[in-house]
């Protein structure tokens, strides 16, 4: 097969899956997403298995034909009587017919015929059968191979090639006993689709169980993160170190002048580890983008967000559902007061007039004016729901670069966290963080995740920040570092911080619209992908969050 060229072919189990759902055929062959999931892996290990009791009539077989278009590789190829073979092992059971007999699944059948069809077209020997073994129910059902099937074949290449040469990605399917078992749901989110056209329908949750690998955060400056094997190395200043297995790590997060070596960034790299720097004051600096392919969906997002009445539209959405929520936690905030407070209540009185207004601003300035009298009347509110046990953090209001206060600079440490999580859950969907709909690119801070991050802020910094201080865990002296009049977290202090952070990330919250139950840290993965569901005409349930 030398100077073969993959791309003027299709793989087989590219057929299995535009035989299954040409959303899926769609998602994994022209935007080249791919998604491991349980029975993925089960399969895996049924075919090393195989592999393994099987040996010596076992052939793992690659074949490729440019003329026919097709490339694979065949489980296992056996001579009976003389004549060649073909075998498919699946995990599952067979399909039944009407009088209950074992029969293939319509994408198993298609599978095992294309591999029957390159067989003979490159043995240039008769292919008279090909064989699924379904271990499930201990099942052999033989497919028949001949001339209409050959034509089959070649009908499904043909429409294969249709589809990815197409820039619009097809619909869900209708069969929803499809979804439950599809690797990709979590990436095509079916049910969430459906709820938009049919609000009285509850969806099921497809969307994938909680990340429970560690963010690991390197601290001290000067460490240094290399690589040993598969896993990673820490050695921190004072020579001791720490080694993590890479498989349990979803970020490396470089804090002030610690230090990856290249052997670390492409370990990283393979395993889809997020890597992000934070400076020693506490700003976000950067992240490393590892996006492969996904070309499809950028294209998508270049010409959604270059349409200015929708970007205009998603931009009101935001503000809305940043304003109901921060209006919201002052409410519960008040209703916890011993004392009631004139001017709170009259800073959520007046949110509320200004959200009334939100819906009818005409242009992306008009919108950052309310936004800004929103955030002013936010801040000037949660103000006053600082314990005064607390009078060393104290606030006036809302300062940024540098913090000159303790309750500014937790909050600014919190917003650089946030933004580096907004913009991972950003470059694992696949999109373009320096293209927004509201937000205007400046330093390090990408636009798109700019956005994104008002929906959370209220949710994972605000509330955590204001609860920690209400609840004395700050030292306001050891916490700390003072300058003039700037504030920074100390080492101890970051360190604090991030296991708040990162223990509030893990908690379980309910989507008010959706109804189901995920963490934090999945939320913000769907919320992006919500969005591009958006601009797909599949969606309208981005920026729904509500504060109960």
Not at 361 to 367: F, G, I, R, V, Y
Not at 530 to 547: M, N, Y
Request: aromatic share 8%; charged share 30%; net charge positive.
């Amino acid at each position: 097969m030398h100077g073969f060229d993959n791309s003027d072919t299709l793989r087989v189990c590219a057929l299995h899956a535009m035989a299954y759902c040409p959303r899926l055929f769609y998602l994994e062959e022209v935007e080249e997403l791919y998604v491991q999931n349980r029975s993925v892996f089960e399969g895996r290990r049924l075919h090393a298995e195989l592999e393994r009791l099987e040996d010596g009539e076992w052939e793992d077989l690659f074949v490729a034909d440019e003329t026919l278009g097709l490339r694979g590789r065949v489980d296992a190829l056996r001579l009976r009587s003389g004549e060649l073979i073909p075998y498919e092992h699946k995990k599952g059971r067979s399909c039944r017919d009407e009088r209950k007999q074992p029969r293939a699944w319509e994408s198993d059948r298609l599978q095992i015929l294309a591999y029957c069809c390159l067989l003979e077209t490159v043995s240039e020997r008769p292919i008279r059968e090909g064989r699924i073994r379904y271990h499930g129910d201990n099942t052999l059902v033989k497919v028949p191979f001949d001339g209409e099937a050959r034509k089959a074949v070649e009908g499904a290449v043909e429409r294969a090639r249709s589809l990815r040469e197409s820039s619009e990605r097809p619909p869900v399917a209708d069969n929803e006993k499809l979804c439950q078992n599809c690797s990709l749901s979590p990436v095509c989110l079916p049910e969430e689709t459906r709820f938009v056209a049919d609000a009285d329908r509850r969806p099921q949750r497809l969307f994938p169980a909680d990340d429970d690998r560690q963010v690991l955060h390197v601290l001290e400056s000067g460490s240094r993160v290399g690589r040993t094997g598969e896993r990673l190395k820490v050695t921190k200043r004072d020579r001791s170190v720490e080694l993590v297995a890479v498989r349990q790590v979803s970020q490396v997060v470089l804090h002030g002048f610690s230090q990856i070596s290249t052997q670390a960034l492409h370990l990283c790299q393979a395993q889809d580890v997020g890597i992000h720097w934070i400076s020693g004051g506490g700003r976000y600096v950067g992240s490393l983008d590892f996006r492969r392919g996904s070309i499809q969906r950028r294209r998508r997002q270049y010409e959604a967000l270059g349409d200015r009445a929708m970007c205009l539209e998603l931009a009101k959405r935001l503000v809305a559902c940043r304003g109901r929520g921060q209006r919201q936690f002052l409410m519960r905030g008040k209703r916890g007061l011993k004392v009631k407070s004139e001017p709170l209540e009259s800073v959520v009185r007046q949110m509320k007039v200004q959200l009334a207004n939100v819906g009818s601003a005409s242009s992306p300035e008009t919108l950052l004016g309310m936004e800004g009298n929103l955030a002013a009347l936010y801040f000037s509110g949660l103000s006053r729901l600082v314990s005064p046990d607390a009078p060393l953090l104290q606030f006036e209001n809302r300062n940024r670069r540098p913090p000159k206060d303790r309750f500014n600079a937790l909050l600014s440490f919190g917003y650089a966290l946030l933004l580096k999580d907004v913009t991972q859950a950003i470059l694992s969907v696949g999109l373009e963080p320096s293209l927004g709909f509201y937000h205007r690119p400046r330093t390090q801070a990408s636009p798109l995740a700019l956005d994104l991050m008002e929906i959370f802020r209220v949710l994972l910094v605000d509330m955590p920040v204001l609860a920690s201080v209400n609840r004395g865990q700050w030292d306001a002296t050891t916490d700390f570092d003072l300058c003039d009049n700037r504030v920074w977290l100390s080492d101890r202090g970051r360190r604090k911080f991030v296991e708040i952070y990162e223990r509030r990330k893990a908690e379980s919250w309910k989507h008010p619209v959706l109804q189901y139950s995920l963490t934090y840290r999945r939320l913000l993965e769907l919320e992006v992908r919500l969005l591009e569901k958006e601009w797909s005409g599949e969606s309208d349930v981005f920026a729904r969050l509500t504060i109960r």
